[in-house]
C-alpha cells in the first residue's frame, strides 16, 4: 500500500462515518503539478476523539491542535482536523487552535499553491485561496497580506524560498518585499526550525539560486550575523558547482568556504545541528585545501582517504577551485593516485603494538608515541611489509634515539 492509498483509505472510512474529509496542502500542489508528493495529509471536520475513534491504530501526536497519526499497514497518515490558528503571540506557535470550517482552514495556510484540498472520492479540486491560478502563474504568494501573514509566523520567509527553490517558481512581488522587510525578525524562530527549512533549500540541486534569495533578502544576515558581502557572494558560486546530490554538511560547509572557520562554526551553532553534523562541516572546513598539495606522500593520501567524509572534502574543493576559476589539475591528478592504489588497506594494523616496541626496548613515554607514528608512516608509504622489517627498523629508530640523547 502506498502513502496515497493509505491516505484515500482513511478518507473512505471518514466519509463513510458521515465526515469531510480530504487530501490538503502539499499533496494537492505536487499532484496538480505532476510531481511524486512527500507525504499525504489529510484533513476532516472530524473531530480528533472521533478520529481516534474509527481507526484502529492511531497516535496521539497533538490531538490538541487537531492532529492525529493514522496508521495503516506500514504507513502513517496525519489526519487534521480543519481549523484556525489563532494568538501567534510569540510568532511562533500558535497559541491556540480552534476547529473550523474547510474555507477557514485553507486560509490559515502559508501559500496559495499550499492552500488547496483535494477531494479524491469526486475527484474534484476545492481551492478557496486562489491556488489553482498560482500554480499556473507559478508563483509563490502567502494567503492574504504577507506583512500579517509573516508576523503570525517567520519561519514562513524561509518556507517561501525553500518552495521558490524546490519548485523553481519566483516569489510574488509584494509577498518578496515583505520577505526583505521583515528579514531581521527570523531570529524569532528556534534554530531548530530554521534549520529544517535550510537543509531542504540547501540540499536542492537549485540551491545557488535558493543561497541567493536567502542573501538577497537579508535572510542569510539575520540568521548568522556577520556573514555577508564578499564572502556570501562567493558562496553562491561555490554552491553552483557541488554535485546534483549532497548532505547539508556539505552544502552548508560550501556556504561558509570564504569564511574563517571559527566563524563559520560558530554560525552553525545557530542551527542546534547534532554532534554528527557539526563534525562533518568543521573537518570539511579544517582540511580544506590540504587535497591541493600534489606532493602529498603516500602516508599522507592514504591517512586523508580513510576519514570519513573524504569525497566531500574533494567536491567541495573542486567547486571552489572551479568558482574562483582555478584549474583543477592538483584533483585530476589526486584522483588518478587515488585509482591506481585500488581497494588497499587504508587503515593497516600497525605491523608491531606497542607491547612488542618496549619489548625491543622502547621507553613508554612520548619517545614510543613517536616511534610507533613513524613507523605507521613507513609502513603506509609501503617502506615496511612485514613484522620482522619494521623489527629491524624499530631497532635502528631506537639506537639512533638512545646515542642522540
Ligand atoms: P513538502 O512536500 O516538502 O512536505 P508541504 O507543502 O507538504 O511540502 P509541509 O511543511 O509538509 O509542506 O506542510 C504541509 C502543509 O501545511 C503545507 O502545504 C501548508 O499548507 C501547511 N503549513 C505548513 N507549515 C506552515 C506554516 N508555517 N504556516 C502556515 N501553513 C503551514
Ligand atoms: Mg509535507
Known sequence: MTNKQAA???IKQLHRHGFQALLAGGCVRDMLLGRRANDYDVATDAKPPDVIKLFRRTLNVGAKFGVVIVLIENRQVEVATFRTEADYSDGRHPGSVEFASAAEDASRRDFTINGMFYDPLRKEVIDHVNGQADLKRQIIRTIGEPAERFAEDYLRMLRAIRFSTQLGFPIEPTTWSAVCRYAKEITNISGERI????EDILAHPNRAAGASML???GLAKAVF?????NQAKLSIDILS????????PLALAALF???ETQFAIECCEVLKLSKNQN??????????????DEEMSLAALKKILAKPYFWDLFELQKAIRKAT???????TKLRKRIKALGDVDLQPKPLLNGHDLIRLGAIPGPALGQLAEEMYIAQLEGALQTPQQAEEWARHWLQKYTTHY
Open 8 to 10: 484515500i483509505h482513511i
Open 195 to 198: 534549520a529544517i527549512e535550510l
Open 215 to 217: 542573501i538577497e533578502s
Open 225 to 229: 550575523s556577520g556573514f555577508t558581502g
Open 241 to 248: 558547482q557541488l554535485p546534483k546530490r549532497l548532505d547539508f
Open 257 to 259: 568556504a570564504g569564511c
Open 279 to 292: 563534525n562533518h562541516i568543521k573537518s570539511l572546513l579544517i582540511d580544506r585545501g590540504k587535497l591541493l
Open 325 to 331: 576559476d582555478q584549474n583543477i589539475t592538483a584533483l
